[in-house]
Nanobody, 127 residues
Framework: QLQLVESGGGLEQPGGSLRLSCAASGFTLNSYAIGWFRQAPGKEREGLSCISERAGTWYATSVKGRFTVSRDNAKNTVYLQMNGLKPEDTAVYYC?????????????????????WGQGTQVTVSS
């Protein structure tokens, strides 16, 4: 059964760091594109970052320079290292896998291109 499980969320102070994990089961994660998204209360889901063997990595302007996506193939897990956290980073964070060729090639951050999603992990940035 194909599954994605996020972990690592929590409460952090402004300026702090968190590392989110996205553990995959039922498929080999590095064969596809993995995207990170977030959704804050009352807002639409926002694409943050993507990693793909073919496309490399991509970051939204809002997180570029602060967030870093990486992959551990041995653990079949993708990470999102979040540094310099801001209150506006507060949201539920999701990882998702894009299995179609197009998203693997260009890492497009549109939800419709992602086939399976994790359950999300809450990140709260507050003093």
């Amino acid at each position: 059964q194909l599954q994605l499980v996020e972990s690592g969320g929590g409460l952090e102070q402004p300026g702090g760091s968190l590392r989110l994990s996205c553990a995959a089961s039922g498929f080999t994660l590095n064969s596809y594109a993995i995207g990170w998204f977030r959704q804050a209360p009352g807002k639409e889901r926002e694409g943050l970052s993507c990693i793909s063997e073919r496309a490399g990595t991509w970051y939204a302007t809002s997180v570029k320079g602060r967030f870093t996506v990486s992959r551990d193939n041995a653990k079949n897990t993708v990470y999102l290292q979040m540094n310099g956290l801001k209150p506006e980073d507060t949201a539920v964070y999701y990882c998702a896998v894009g299995m179609r060729s197009y998203v693997q090639q260009v890492c497009v951050m549109t939800e419709v291109w992602y086939d399976y999603w994790g359950q999300g992990t809450q990140v709260t940035v507050s003093s």
